[in-house]
Every structure is written in C-alpha cells, then in structure tokens.
C-alpha cells in the first residue's frame, strides 16, 4: 500500500495521540503510535514499558522503532505525551510529583529527539509538549512546570546548529492552556469550554507543519490561544 507520509507519535493511545492517529490515517499517512498501551488503530504500535529506567526505556523504543520502520524515514515526529500533577515545595507528594512529571514529559521527549536523529527525513519536523504555564512560575505545581520548561529549552536545543538533528528539521512545543478532553470535561464540568483548545485543531495544525504549511520558525514556543471557542497559535 502506498502512503502519503509517515509519521511517529508518542502518546498515540491519549486523548490528545488518538486525535492525531486518527488524523493522520484519515489523510492516508501511515502512523506508528508509541505508548504504555497498544493503539488498535495506527500502523504499528509500540509499548513502552514504564518500569524501566530512562536508559533501558530509549533502548527499547529505538529498537522497535528500527524494527517497524525499517529503511524508511518520516516526515513528522509528534510528541503528546505526559500528564498533570500539581504540589508545592510543602507539599508530601513534591518529590514523588515532580519525578513523574519528569518521566512522563522529559523521558519522552528526549527519546523523541533521540528517535529523530535517526529516522526523521532532512526537513521533517518534531514537536514536543510544553505548557503556557511553565513560561512563568508555577508554585502550585512546581514538577509540573519544572518538566515543561525543560521541554521547552529542549525545543531551542534542537532547533539550534549542531543538534544532532537532520537538516532543515522544524521543532516548535505547543503550549496548551486547557485542552478539551473527556477527562477535563468530566472533572471541571462548569468550566468555560468556550477558552478549551479542541483536539481536532492541534492534530490539523501538526498535519499543515508536517505538510510544510505555516510553520514558525524552528524552535518556536506556540501558545494555543482560545477564546469563543476559536483558537490561534502565537508564538510566544
């Protein structure tokens, strides 16, 4: 079967990654998802194992990377994982917190970047999950704004000569300030959804970079701005 690009994304099994997977399939990409649970609708679908280390883990993704890709590049490498947890410097969870705010978003993003290297195509891009709030403080949830502004410089290292990255690679985080998820509707049900991000737009706008359309410039923080449930990516 013939394709119209390839694609990786990490967190495909989400809220966030199903939108994307199913996104892409519908323009006839072929999609490789790569999270702790199997994603019954892309292409390939790769387990992370999350009782391994960081080391252990990046072994074992790169090889099943190589082992579904084979010799093909992609032209898109999407990185939606992670999660929330809140907690100040009091708080009994900080330390617990904050280590699983680095393992959801760091680990992942930076075996991201590592996949990259590898296979994504010279002019392909990488996008990684930041967070409006980590552009500032964040002292009601420190670990969590701790591991975003990590992704964050992350994002500027790689856009940067000599990253390690193929030529002309485009790398943007998209910072989110409330997505619309089932979950975020279940749990803030008088919340004004109006302000929430729809899934459908951010899996469009990584369809239009991955189509070369409208791309920022390379290692751009873009704010995901909604209000009357119209949203706009600025760059921070």
């Known amino acids: ?11 495909g099994k989400g809220a966030l990654g199903s939108a994307c997977v199913k996104h892409f399939k519908k323009i006839n990409w072929w999609v490789a998802s790569i999270d702790m ?3 019954e609708e892309a292409d390939a679908s790769i387990i992370v194992e999350p009782s391994e280390n960081w080391t252990a883990q990046e072994k074992q993704v790169l090889a099943k990377v190589e082992e579904v ?13 992670g999660g929330w947890a809140g907690g100040n410097a009091a ?4 330390i617990a917190n904050a280590d699983l705010m680095w393992r959801q978003s760091v680990w992942s993003s930076c075996i991201t970047a590592a996949i990259a290297s590898k296979h994504l195509k010279e002019g392909g891009i990488v996008t990684l999950p930041g967070a409006k709030a980590a552009t500032s403080g964040t002292p009601g949830m420190i670990g969590y704004g701790m591991a975003k502004a990590a992704i964050h410089q992350l994002t ?5 000569p000599n990253s390690g990255l193929p030529a002309n690679a485009f790398v943007a985080s998209i910072l989110p ?4 998820t089932p ?6 049900p008088d919340a004004d959804t109006t302000t929430w991000t729809s899934l459908e737009y951010i899996a469009d706008l990584f369809v239009r970079w991955s189509k070369n359309e409208g791309r920022p410039a390379s290692g751009s ?7 009357g449930g119209q949203t706009e990516a600025v760059v921070v």
């Open 91 to 94: 708080s009994k969870d900080f």
């Open 156 to 160: 500027q290292s790689l856009a940067a």
């Open 1 to 11: 079967m013939s394709f119209s690009g390839r694609v990786v994304i990490y967190g």
């Open 183 to 188: 979950m975020n509707r279940k749990w803030m």
């Open 37 to 39: 649970k199997e994603m």
């Open 221 to 227: 923080l873009v704010s995901l701005v909604t209000k």
């Open 177 to 180: 300030i409330t997505l619309d």
């Open 69 to 81: 890709l084979g010799s093909n590049k992609v032209e898109a490498i999407i990185n939606v994982a």
